[in-house]
């Protein structure tokens, strides 16, 4: 049965099934698979659908130290993904529950908002609104990406709190027009509780993405705060969502999400104190101040996660969010709220004039964007900290806010060493990699660019831009194929090295004694060069993958393969083939 239904920038469809039937041993019933198929049927969710598929089991982590997304599908049942190479039965609304038609909901208004609105324009409305990002182009992302707001096609906080304090100012708004009803009751409490009603219905809505959920249980503490006139915005409260949301879902700690989220609210609550503290009497000088510190703020606090999990920060990002964030509070999300509501009513003449008026301002967000990303450093490549020094970063932001005297001077200096230790890091001069079935070397080369063997995927191209740094990747000289000739990126003083990689195992006899510094066999060589240089071999079957260090006259090389076996890498740790 269709759980779940998404488009992949290749145009397949992505589909998350829950098993009802299975021939397989290890996927059994009630297991949750995610498979991709040529879109060729009109899928909903709640469809069920009989068909032949190649699965595999969770995929290891890209490289050594990246992320191991592996371990939080497992832990939210999903057991192997794969690929359906044939379909024999759709059955249409075999299923209808609740989360289901939510689903269909949620993709049949983002496909009528991309209608009624001009590219790229609809694709960013359904993602502002409903967390449906399929129909965004791949170019508008990247300059959002870049630009640094991002962020803002996600359903975060942000959204989350204007759409539940829109209601709460519309209610007291209202209130305001009744005097003698506002004598008689609390509005600015009955005004709380119809923002949090509003608020779960949004959360519904939108898919129940970990940031809304975070930004709901907020708006659920202020809110309660608000009832019992104490103050909300605070560390403990939000240190409480978390706990809450970690107790009952722990896995949510690995989720880029989640960490980001969590920080960015830590960097603005604590500037909230500060700004708070400094008793600004001008209430729009004081909302400026706090614009900008907040913005700094965040941006800082979540930069080695950023680094981490994408390798890239931008230079403009503050300066950026100081123009989009207000722009999207005071003008697109009221627009869209009242967008949403008419998509509610299911009255296509009201959505299609409601949605013309949204695309206002968010064609000057999207020029905006675009203009931003077009400045020099925008997207800059950042090379990712290893995993430790995340905890160390975390630990210090905490020192630095919630302590004083020595142990806030502790903390600034665990900072400053975490920072130094970071920048010392080295990067990989290389990676190896089976893609598109054939053994694929990509080196960084003396002219700053990226050099491979064969043809990668854009999967994996991202994958070794983060690891070696951003460059045009381009084909390395292979002069008959058997073999090919890498100029390597300058280290240690030494000006030039140059790197043989042989495809095949004949090509050994040639790059022997030619004077190359490194020779690669992609084969077990037979015989060692009879000048004795060092042929490395890099065992490229089950899955392995190779971050490649050269150091003087030596190969130093990590796997992604742990020597530890866990329950979501059963396969890859055993050594079985996966067929």
């Known amino acids: 049965v269709i759980e779940d239904i998404s488009l992949r920038p290749t145009g397949r469809v992505r589909l998350q099934l829950k098993v009802l039937d299975s021939p397989s041993s290890v996927i059994g019933p009630d297991s949750r698979i995610r498979v991709t198929t040529k879109p060729l049927h009109p899928f909903q969710a709640g469809d069920r659908i ?129 005097s003698s009803a506002s004598q008689r009751f609390p509005a600015h409490k009955l005004a709380a509780v119809a923002a949090w009603l509003a608020g779960g219905i949004y959360l519904c809505l939108s898919g129940f993405p970990v940031s809304a959920i975070r930004a709901y249980l907020m708006a659920c503490i202020v809110i309660a705060a608000v009832l019992s006139d104490r103050r909300a915005l605070t560390v403990r409260n939000l240190a409480l969502v978390g706990g809450v949301m970690l107790f009952f879902t722990p896995s949510l700690v690995y989720s880029a999400g989640f960490q980001l989220s969590f920080l960015a609210s830590f960097g603005i609550i604590y500037t909230l104190g500060l700004v708070r503290d400094m008793q600004i009497k001008n209430r729009p000088t004081r909302w400026a101040v706090f614009m900008i510190l907040s913005s700094g703020m965040a941006a800082v606090i979540t930069l080695p996660v950023i680094a ?161 740094g951003q460059g045009a990747v381009k084909k390395a000289d292979c002069p008959d194929g058997s073999y090919c000739i890498l100029p390597l990126a300058p280290r240690q003083q030494i000006s030039r090295r140059i790197l043989a990689f042989a495809r095949y195992r004949r090509a050994l006899s040639h790059l022997c004694g030619a004077g190359y510094d490194y020779i690669i066999s992609a084969e077990k060589p037979l015989y060692p060069c009879r000048d004795g240089q060092e042929i490395h071999h890099l065992d490229g079957h089950n899955n392995a993958r190779y971050s490649i260090y050269f150091q003087n006259d030596k190969i130093f090389y990590s796997s992604n393969i742990s020597a530890v076996e866990y329950k979501w890498h059963p396969v890859f740790n055993s050594g079985a083939q996966v067929r």
């Open 50 to 178: 009989e068909a032949d598929a190649r699965l595999f089991p969770l995929s290891l982590p890209a490289f050594h130290g990246r992320p191991d997304y592996a371990r939080q599908h497992y832990f939210s049942g999903l057991s192997a993904s794969g690929f359906i190479t044939r379909l024999h039965r759709h059955d249409a609304g075999f299923e209808n529950t609740l989360s289901m038609r939510l689903t269909n909901w949620r993709r049949s208004f983002a496909r009528d908002l991309k209608g009624f609105m001009p590219p790229p324009l609809g694709g960013i409305a359904g993602a502002l609104l409903v967390g449906v990002r399929d129909f965004i182009p791949p170019e508008s992302y990247e300059s959002f990406r870049k630009s640094g707001l991002a962020h803002l096609l996600a359903i975060s906080g942000l959204h989350m709190g204007l759409f539940c304090f829109s209601v709460y100012g519309a209610m007291r708004f209202g209130f305001a027009f009744f």
């Open 308 to 468: 981490y999990h994408f390798a890239h920060f931008t230079l403009w990002g503050v300066m950026a969010n100081l123009v989009a964030i207000p722009l999207t509070a005071m003008v697109i999300l009221p627009s869209g709220i009242v967008v949403l509501l008419a998509g509610l009513t299911g009255f296509m003449p009201a959505l299609q004039v409601t949605a013309g008026i949204m695309a206002l301002p968010l064609g000057w967000l999207v020029a905006f964007s675009d203009w931003m990303a077009g400045l020099p450093f925008a997207g800059s490549y950042l090379g990712p900290p290893p995993v430790f020094l995340l905890f160390f970063f975390a630990i210090a932001a905490v020192m630095l806010a919630s302590l004083s005297g020595i142990w806030r001077v502790a903390g600034a200096g665990m900072a400053g060493l975490s920072a130094i230790v970071w920048a010392m890091m080295p990067l990989p001069d290389g990676v190896f990699l089976i893609s598109n079935q054939q053994s694929v070397l990509v080196v960084r080369s003396d002219k700053g660019n990226l050099l491979t063997t064969g043809k990668l995927s854009d999967f994996w191209q991202s994958h070794s831009a983060i690891m070696l």
